[in-house]
């Protein structure tokens, strides 16, 4: 399995277009988002990217299967942060994800340290290398979004999945 992650600012006219422009941003848009609980299945290869994810396939309104973290904001001078951590065991690819939202990107690196950390010492693994993904800046007027994807597959409604090989 092939799990893509992207990060980006969205603005727009308000909070809501903001994070729709952070969607268009990582290709994730014209999907229902389906959102999961972050756990990366083994064998699965993580690549990051600077934009949009590649082409998803599938259809308008189809499902998108999602860890995501998003900040918004319309007050002027206002941060906002958001971030998607993740380990990896390099011998069975598999792991887990965490996200989070904050006003400061020392915030929100932080806070995704100490919950990988918790997650992994929770199970008894022994120390992975921890990976970010963070995007945010401050509101200049439009409202701005801040928003992290991590995008695992595209399902149709007659469940027939489209998986990125």
Same mark, same amino acid.
Do not use: E
């Given at each position: 399995m092939v799990i893509y992650? $992207? $990060?980006t600012v969205g603005r727009g006219k308000t909070a809501l277009s903001a994070f729709d422009h952070a969607l268009v941003n990582t290709g994730t848009a014209n999907y229902n988002l389906v959102r999961l609980s972050s756990v990366i299945p083994p064998n699965s290869e993580i690549i990051e990217l600077n934009g949009s994810v590649p082409p998803l396939g599938g259809d308008w309104g189809d499902r998108l299967y *999602?860890?995501?973290a998003d900040a918004r904001t319309d007050q002027p001078g206002e941060e906002v942060w958001a971030g998607i951590g993740w380990v990896q065991d390099p011998e069975t690819k598999k792991g887990l994800f965490v996200e989070h939202e904050g006003h400061s990107e020392l915030q929100v690196r932080a806070?995704?340290?100490? $919950?990988?950390?918790g997650l992994l010492k929770?199970?008894?693994m022994d120390f992975l290398e921890i990976h970010m993904c963070v995007a945010g800046g401050v509101c200049q007027g439009d409202?701005?979004? @801040?928003? @992290? *994807? @991590?995008?695992y597959q595209v399902s149709d409604w007659q469940n027939g999945a489209h998986l990125f090989l």
């Open positions: 992650l $992207s $990060s *999602v860890v995501y806070d995704i340290k100490n $919950s990988l950390t929770n199970r008894g409202p701005l979004c @801040a928003f @992290a *994807v @991590a995008v």
